[in-house]
Structure formats: structure tokens, C-alpha cells
């Protein structure tokens, strides 16, 4: 129940963030610096990247424990193969919108 709760509580914490960073840039909202609200999209777009790696991670940590306890065969590395590509492409996205907060942060207007 907790793991659900804290998916949800994520969930509804990184749209505030987006809704108050897309309101900021588009009309008249919170945040006066463009650079600050953009930051924040890109923010929340990690929190949301961290929310499909922990949604991802029980099909894994079930293939790893089948693995171990049953032995290798194609059919479970396959399986296994198949959700560590998800959670892979989660990890780097968010490399990349670190690289791409890096960016805003040091650009000049």
C-alpha cells in the first residue's frame, strides 16, 4: 500500500510542479524567470522519469529472483532483457535532461 500511496504522491507533486512552470511560462504565473520555469519542467520531467524506473522495478526484481532461484533458461533472460530495456530508457532520459538543465542554467538569454 505505501509503494502506491508514494507512486500517487509523486504523481500529483510533479504535475503541481509542471502546472505552475507551464502557467509561468505561458501566462501569469508564480515564476517571473523564464529560465527558472523551464528548469522546472525539466525537473518534474526527471521526478516522472524516477516514477517509471519504480514502476518498472518489480517485473525486474521478480526476473532476477526466477533467475536465481530456478536457473537460467532463454525464456527468463529474455524477460529479463525486455524490462531492463524500459528501465534503461528512464536512466537515460535522465542523464539527458540533467545535460539539458545544465544547459539553461549556464546559457546566456
Known amino acids: 500500500m505505501f509503494r502506491n500511496v508514494d507512486i500517487a504522491f509523486r504523481v500529483v507533486i ?13 501566462g501569469d504565473g508564480p515564476i517571473a524567470a523564464t529560465w ?17 524506473i519504480r514502476v518498472s522495478l518489480p517485473p525486474i526484481r521478480d526476473a532476477i529472483s526466477e533467475i536465481f532461484l530456478k536457473g537460467s533458461t532463454p525464456e527468463r533472460e529474455a524477460a ?29 538569454p
Open 80 to 108: 529479463l532483457a525486455a524490462t531492463r530495456g524500459s528501465m534503461g530508457l528512464y536512466v537515460k532520459g535522465i542523464w539527458l535532461l540533467i545535460a539539458v538543465i545544465i544547459w539553461v542554467s549556464v546559457a546566456k
Open 36 to 52: 527558472l520555469a523551464a528548469k522546472l519542467i525539466l525537473f518534474a520531467l526527471i521526478v516522472m522519469c524516477g516514477i517509471g
Open 14 to 26: 510533479t504535475g503541481a510542479l509542471a502546472s505552475v512552470a507551464i502557467w509561468s511560462l505561458v
